[in-house]
């Protein structure tokens, strides 16, 4: 069964930094691979969706890298802002797709 | 964007009663999945559907049932409610067309507990 792993589960870092948060997983037969956000006691909003032929996506202050051979992928966020704060979960589809439990991301004002 | 519903959104019950949960989509997308979420365990998936009548379990499914009746509504039930699963419910469907992988959208989620 996938594994996927969250690493570090919580972070606490000053507004304007920029900050790599890290999946990692089990099984390198994925297909593809997706960062969401988590507000607390909200639903999940997709952030970036990284397709089997791709290597990483861009969206503003966001971007994802997937190395498949390795087992890695990490959201990088660019000048991070107090609105930022939130649960980061990334998830990987092989067969259906496997979770990782989080990083709990505060940007302190 | 794929809009996607659940009902209700909170929702108290007593042990061993049968409990519904509703999710609808307002466009055609073929999969639709039920995942509950627990401090710890992350986001596990109960069952999914790949169409009309078409469902399948996913890893925590004893306890549950789901029924696609309509492309649109994927209902889940607890058929005797235990407090185990007490839990935040989301549904999720795969935005691609037909069978193609398009990334999940979720719904709000329906906080459940089970008294």
Redesign the interface.
């Known amino acids: 069964k996938q594994e996927v792993t969250q690493i570090p589960a919580a972070l606490s870092v000053p507004e304007g930094e920029n900050l790599v948060l890290n999946c990692s997983f089990t099984d390198s037969a994925i297909y593809n691979l997706q960062w969401f956000r988590q507000d607390p006691g909200k639903g999940l909003t997709s952030l970036l969706l990284i397709q089997s032929s791709q290597r990483e996506q861009t969206s503003g202050r966001l971007n994802a890298s997937l190395d498949k051979s390795s087992g890695r992928s990490t959201l990088y966020i660019a000048a991070s802002q107090p609105g930022d704060s939130a649960t980061y979960l990334c998830a990987v589809y092989g067969n259906q797709f496997y979770f990782g439990t989080g990083t709990s991301l505060t940007v302190i004002p | 964007d794929a809009g996607i519903t659940q009902s209700p959104r909170h929702k108290v019950t007593e042990t061993g009663t049968p409990v519904t949960l509703r999710c609808h989509q307002t466009e055609n997308h073929r999969y639709m ?1 039920w995942y509950r979420q627990d401090p ?4 596990r ?1 109960i069952h ?1 559907s790949y169409g009309v009548k078409d469902t399948d379990k ?1 890893e925590v499914s004893d306890g549950y049932s789901v029924s696609r009746s309509k492309t649109e509504d994927f209902l889940l039930t607890l058929e005797s409610a235990t407090s185990s699963q007490t839990s935040v419910y ?1 549904c ?1 469907i795969n935005t691609g067309q037909g069978d193609l ?9 329906t906080r459940l507990t089970v008294v």
Do not use: I, K, V
């Open positions: 999945y710890g365990h992350g986001l998936l999914y996913g989301f999720a992988f398009g990334g999940y959208t979720f719904g709000s989620g």
